[in-house]
Every structure is written in C-alpha cells, then in structure tokens.
C-alpha cells in the first residue's frame, strides 16, 4: 500500500505493545538505524536484487552488495525460517548484528509457514539478549497474484507476539521499517492486523 504523501526519516507509527515490548514502525534504512539486531526477511519466489525495498537496499549497498550476492550464490536459499547470522558487521552500519531470515516462497501465501519463520527469527532475538530488533523485508510483495498482504502482515505479527508475549528477554522494542512513502498506509495496514492478533 502506498501513496504520494512523504513522510520524514525517523518518524515513528506506534501499532501497540505486547507485554512489555512495544511495536511500531519507523522510517528508516536498516543500515542505519541503531539496534541491537537488524532482521532481513528474504523470499525464494525471486532473485531479489535490484528490488529490494529501500530500508533493505541501503544496508545491501553497506555491505557491498553481500546480501544479494548470499542469495544468488545460493549461500542463503531462503527456505522457510532458515537464519544466516552475521555478528559484528563493519562501519557504517549501526546495528550490531545482522540476521537474514528466508520467508520461503512467501508468494504461496503459506501464513503459518511464514508465522513460524518469523517467530524463529524471534526466539533468537530473545536469546541474544538484545533491547531493540528492527525488521524489513527485502521485498514488500513477491510478483505473485496469490500473494496476500494483509495474510502476511498478520502471520509476520503473530510470529513476533508469540514470543514477546510469553519470553522477551529483555527485549523492549520491536521496529518495522518502511520507506518515507510506504510508511502511513503500513501502519495502518499493521494496526488493523495487531488488533486482530493481539487483544490484550
């Protein structure tokens, strides 16, 4: 969901809190926004390359081009749930660990495949101990007919409540990142969804 309205980088869209983590998404690139974890969510329907979503693609481009070269050299497959952990990664980028998290053929609309995905790659935040996690996918859709937005946003959010309701660690803060002109239309899209997985 997208529209023409431009919104500054940093600003932040509360969705809600689960427990005692609070959920928003924030305008931002994954390269540079502090965290302690920054989460890439990669589907195997498509070579991702120049596609990437903006947040996704400044830490690519950070990273000279590694996060897309790990895919098309089939290092990282992107099979569902599958995690590639990258520890300590080099200036600039401010996050202190990078994890890849495959989504699968995401295109199949597989919700429970991607609510397991998701909800491994947050059980690992938690057991890193770490107070914030910012996640983007590579892509906002895949190409596919059958690929269902509003299903994948609340599989990706009964992935992370799953964990964060029950064992957060000291995790406190759970970010989505999104572009400046995606942001608004997937707050909104992320509140409907987390009223409906979450109502507490």
Known sequence: MSDDRQTAAGSIFPIGRCGDVDIDIVVGDLSTTEADLAIVGICSRKPIGSELVAAVDGLNRAMQGAIVRLRSDGIFTSRWGETLFLTSPPPPIVPKSVMLLGLGPTGRSVASHTRRAVRAAANQASRLGGAHVVFAPAR??????????????RAILRGVTDVVAVQPGK??????????????????QFRI???TVWEH
């Open 140 to 153: 906002l859709e895949t190409g596919s007919a059958r690929f269902d937005a509003a299903a994948s946003t």
């Open 193 to 195: 969804a987390f009223a």
């Open 171 to 188: 995790l406190e803060r759970w970010t989505f990142l999104a572009s400046s002109v995606e942001a608004a239309g997937l707050a909104e």
